[in-house]
């Protein structure tokens, strides 16, 4: 652990599955069964806002860190529903503000161990040759 790092990779990995299973277990929760607005069939529901947060689920498990930078692309899908969620629907907004936690704890724990783990392993993004 460097002078400038806060967390330990270790905990940084925890941190980040923290807000991984937050959000597998909290979006099938909300959208099928606390929210009344039913805009969309169970099926598609969980098609939509579960099948995307499977994907990395081995490689975030095994702490690859080329796995915890590219999910977060997917964790950009909650970051949009949240923020378009908070933006038109009052009632619903208290859900969002929880959803938008969630994906920004990973995406920020996430990158954190990416880094860091990366740099422990002696990874690093080669520099374009001029």
Request: hydrophobic share 50%.
């Amino acid at each position: 652990m460097t002078n400038k790092q806060i967390f330990s990779t270790t905990q940084l990995k925890k941190i980040t599955l923290f807000g991984y299973f937050s959000l597998l277990i909290f979006m099938p929760v909300w959208l099928i069964l606390i929210t009344e607005d039913r805009a969309l069939s169970i099926p598609l529901t969980l098609a939509m806002f579960t099948l995307p947060l499977l994907f990395p689920l081995k490689g975030l498990l095994q702490g690859n860190p080329y796995t915890y930078a590219w999910s977060n692309f997917i964790v950009m899908i909650y970051f949009l529903h949240s923020l378009t969620t908070i933006w038109v629907s009052v009632n619903e907004r208290h859900w969002a503000l929880l959803e938008f936690t969630f994906a920004t704890i990973m995406f920020i724990a996430g990158s954190y161990y990416a880094k860091y783990r990366g740099q422990e392993l002696g990874l690093s993004i080669r520099k374009k040759k001029e």
